[in-house]
C-alpha cells in the first residue's frame, strides 16, 4: 500500500460546545452529493463521556472547506444503568431505504477493568438529524467468543450478505497492555441479528502490539482492503486484504506517518477511506485518541 500525501488538519472543537468540549474522534464519512460529505465523529463532554456529531464538507481533489455543523448531538449517551451511559462511540454507517444505520460502541466504566463495551444500532430517519436506537440492549453483547470487551464495528453489505469487523478483547491482565485486543468477524443476514463465531480476521503480530481495532474494509475487485489501527506505545495505521473477508494478511509499507511537529505527531489512529473520483481518501485521528482533532489525506489511484 503506497504512502498517502497529507492534506491538512479538518477539524477540533473549540471548547466551546457543553457536549463539544474535546476530541473529534473516529471520523465517518459519508457522500451526500457531488463534491459534499458529511463526517460523523464523537466528541466528549465535561465528564468525558463521548456524544456523536457530524460537520458537512467540501471536498474535491486536494482542496476542502467545512460548510456546517450539527447544532446538537446525532446520538448522545444512554440512560443511567443502560449499555451506553458512559458514551457512544461511532464504528460505521451505512444507507439501507432511505434511512441512515449507524453503528457504534456503547460505553461501560468498570471497577475491576476500565470498561466493558458492546455495540449498538440506532437508525437516523430520511430527512432527520437525530439518530434513535433500535434497542435499549446492545445488538452485540459479550458472549461465549468475546467475553470480556468488544469495539467499533465496521459494516459492509456483500451481496445478500451483512460482513461486520470488530474489536475483541481475548484476555484481561494487571496492565492495560495485556487485553490482547484483535479483530474479529461476524456476518448477519439482515444487519441486526448476528452470528458471532470466534472468526479471528486478523491477530497482533509485532512483539510490541497489545490491540488491533477500527478495522475499515472496502470490497474492491473481489479483494477484501482492510486499514486498521495497531498499537504498542502509540497508535499507528496498518493495511491488509483477503480473498474471503474473513482471514486478513498484512501488507508492508506506510499508510500514513506521524509528522514532525503538531496535531498528528505523536498517533495516527482510527481510520477512514471513501473513494471520490480519482482519489482514495483516509480521514484519521491525530495525538491523544482524537483530542487533537481529525485530518485527511489522499491517494491518486486512476
Known amino acids: 500500500m503506497s504512502a498517502f500525501k497529507k492534506l491538512g488538519h ?3 472543537p473549540d471548547g466551546t460546545i457543553p457536549r463539544m468540549r474535546t476530541h473529534a474522534s473516529n471520523p465517518v464519512v459519508t457522500h451526500v452529493k457531488e463534491d459534499l460529505f458529511r463526517v460523523y465523529f464523537g466528541s466528549r463532554d ?3 463521556r463521548t456524544h456523536i456529531w457530524f460537520l458537512d464538507m467540501y471536498l474535491k481533489n486536494e482542496e476542502f472547506k467545512i460548510v456546517g455543523l450539527s447544532s446538537g448531538p446525532v446520538l448522545a449517551p444512554g440512560v443511567l444503568g443502560a449499555f451506553d451511559d458512559s458514551g457512544v ?3 460505521c454507517v451505512l444507507e439501507n431505504n432511505e434511512n441512515t444505520w449507524l453503528y457504534y460502541m456503547g460505553w461501560n466504566l468498570g471497577v475491576t477493568v476500565p470498561w466493558r463495551n458492546s455495540i449498538g444500532l440506532a437508525v437516523i430517519s430520511a430527512g432527520s438529524s437525530e439518530a434513535k ?8 453483547d459479550r458472549n461465549v467468543h468475546d467475553p470480556f470487551t468488544i469495539s467499533y464495528p465496521c459494516v459492509i ?9 470488530y474489536g475483541s478483547n481475548l484476555t484481561w491482565g494487571a496492565q492495560q497492555s495485556d487485553m490482547n485486543h484483535v479483530i474479529k ?5 439482515d444487519g441486526v441479528h448476528w452470528n458471532v463465531e470466534g472468526a479471528i480476521s486478523l491477530n497482533l503480530k509485532l512483539p510490541e502490539e497489545y490491540a488491533l481495532c477500527r478495522p475499515w474494509v472496502l470490497k474492491e475487485n473481489g479483494i477484501f482492503k482492510m486499514w486498521f489501527c495497531y498499537r504498542g506505545d502509540a497508535y499507528r495505521i496498518g493495511y491488509a486484504e483477503s480473498n474471503d473477508g474473513i482471514s486478513f494478511t498484512r501488507k508492508e509499507g506506510p499508510v500514513v506517518d506521524v509528522s514532525s511537529t503538531g496535531w498528528d505527531s505523536e498517533m495516527v489512529a482510527y481510520p477512514c477511506l471513501i473513494r471520490h473520483g480519482e482519489n482514495l481518501y483516509l ?3 491525530g495525538n491523544h ?6 485530518g485527511v489525506a489522499v491517494l491518486r489511484v486512476a
Do not use: E, H, L
Open 133 to 140: 436506537r433500535t434497542s435499549p440492549v446492545p445488538m452485540i
Open 289 to 294: 485518541y482524537g483530542k487533537t482533532g481529525f
Open 46 to 48: 465535561d465528564s468525558q
Open 89 to 91: 462511540s461511532i464504528g
Open 10 to 12: 479538518v477539524f477540533c
Open 283 to 285: 480521514f484519521y485521528n
Open 157 to 165: 453489505r456483500d451481496g445478500s450478505i451483512w460482513k461486520m469487523w
Open 185 to 189: 468477524y461476524a456476518w448477519s443476514a
